[in-house]
């Protein structure tokens, strides 16, 4: 099957700081998504996008499908921003296969 | 609209007990999965439905069952719980079959 491989594994940031979170997949996908895993276990939706560029406020993601990536941007981090990131692709009948996520810690 | 909503939040069984996690979408969502995150790692798919009457088995279906009897409600099925099924449990909906996913608040299993 695909596999997804994200990096870096772990990354400490000083607030304020940008950061660039990559998830690499091994033959083309339909689709991708970027969660959010906060401190409370709780995954939040943040970008559903298969192709292109999309920004919300401070972070934005860009999928590059025929180079098999993509990317998630984070701009003047902040505390809350702390987590596991995932990146997953959404195989045919709703099924998602995730990465290993990043872990960002943000430190005041 | 609640989105996907799952019950319990938290549950202790003994080894060799059953029990029955509830998932429940209000989003007419066709396809339905269940997913369960180990520490460290991401989620792995248990079973997942394409629509009520129908489903199948994910990458870990062993010592689970699921039903799906209408389109809002699919619930996971511990037969006879294992130590090694002690994991963080998501359920997910989509619309469509390459569709965005949208996953409950997780339930927080532990097997003694």
């Known amino acids: 099957g695909i596999q997804v491989e994200q990096s870096p594994p772990d990354l400490i940031l000083q607030e304020g700081a940008n950061s660039t979170l990559r998830c690499n997949f091994s033959?083309?996908?339909?689709?991708l998504q970027w969660f959010h895993q906060n401190p409370w276990g709780q995954l939040i939706n943040l970008f559903y996008i298969p192709s292109g560029t999309k920004q919300n406020g401070r972070l934005s993601a860009t999928t590059v499908a025929t180079e098999r990536y993509s990317l998630l941007y984070i701009s003047s981090s902040q505390t809350t921003d702390s987590g596991v990131y995932f990146c997953a692709f959404n195989t045919n009948a709703g099924k998602s296969t995730f990465g290993d996520g990043t872990t960002l810690t943000v430190k005041p | 609209n609640a989105g996907v909503t799952q019950t319990p939040k938290f549950q202790v069984l003994k080894t060799g007990q059953s029990m029955t996690l509830q998932c429940a979408q209000d989003?007419?969502?066709?396809?339905m999965s269940w997913y369960r995150q180990d520490p460290g790692m991401g989620l792995r798919l248990i079973h997942y439905?394409?629509?009520?009457?129908?489903?199948d088995q994910g990458e870990v279906p062993n010592g689970y069952n699921v039903s799906r009897s209408t389109t809002e409600d699919f619930p996971l099925r511990l037969l006879s719980a294992a130590p090694s099924q002690t994991s963080v449990y998501f359920c997910a909906s989509s619309y469509g079959s390459f569709g965005e996913q949208f996953f409950g608040p997780g339930t927080r299993l532990t097997v003694l």
């Open positions: 989003m007419n969502h066709e396809y």
């Open positions: 439905s394409v629509g009520a009457g129908i489903t």
């Open positions: 033959d083309s996908v339909n689709n």
